[in-house]
């Protein structure tokens, strides 16, 4: 989270995108002003739970999409934002589900997941199911790279895209720092406020 707060999450703020981490239970300090503490488990073996808690977050405060991310990926946040990700289920392209470094949801697809039974402790393959139990179609952004098996890691040949999984944190430093923000990549009215 760290990495991810020197890096990418800086240019939020000027892109007027909010964003939180999300922590379950067990935390006894005072969350900082970008996290917020969910009654709901933490575990690896709780991410469904902790999802559905974090949609019924977004709901009450009135979002009506999310981007979740791990907290092991980078995005490139202009590149992203040009992308179709409007729509009810988004994400790196997979056969049955999106997996969850980098995934969109809307407002209805949060409604599903808050409202649904947990029937997956995964929670990317849990939302998978959900969203084919209510016909809600997949929408695969293949600028969004989310490796598997010997690619599980992302390396700098994957710069190129949008949204990347697995990074270290020496790989979130070193894409940010090349990063290139030529006036292509610029949205056209954020050209020269960078």
């Not at 000027?14 to 935390?27: A, C, E, M, S």
């Not at 808690?53 to 999409?65: F, H, P, T």
């Not at 407002?107 to 402790?121: G, P, Y």
């Not at 270290?168 to 290139?180: D, Y």
Request: some cysteine; overall charge negative.
């Amino acid at each position: 989270m760290n990495s991810q707060r020197a890096t990418f999450l800086k240019r939020l703020p000027q892109l007027q995108i909010p964003y939180k981490f999300f922590y379950g239970r067990g935390n006894h300090r005072l969350p900082l002003a970008d996290e917020v503490f969910l009654n709901c488990g933490d575990k690896y073996i709780h991410n469904s739970e902790k999802m559905k808690a974090i949609c019924g977050w977004a709901l009450d405060e009135g979002y009506d999409e999310m981007l979740r991310l791990d907290d092991d990926t980078f995005i490139y946040p202009d590149r992203l934002l040009r992308l179709d990700w409007h729509q009810h289920y988004a994400g790196a392209p997979r056969d049955d589900f999106h997996p969850g470094g980098c995934l969109f949801l809307s407002r209805h697809a949060m409604e599903l997941v808050r409202d649904s039974r947990i029937t997956n402790w995964a929670d990317d393959a849990w939302i998978g199911s959900v969203m084919r139990e209510h016909r809600i179609p997949m929408h695969g952004m293949p600028e969004i790279y989310h490796g598997s098996g010997y690619g599980y890691n992302a390396t700098m040949k994957q710069a190129d895209k949008a949204s990347l999984h697995s990074c270290r944190p020496e790989l979130m430093e070193e894409l940010w720092t090349h990063r290139t923000m030529s006036s292509l990549e610029q949205p056209k009215d954020m050209a020269g406020k960078i």
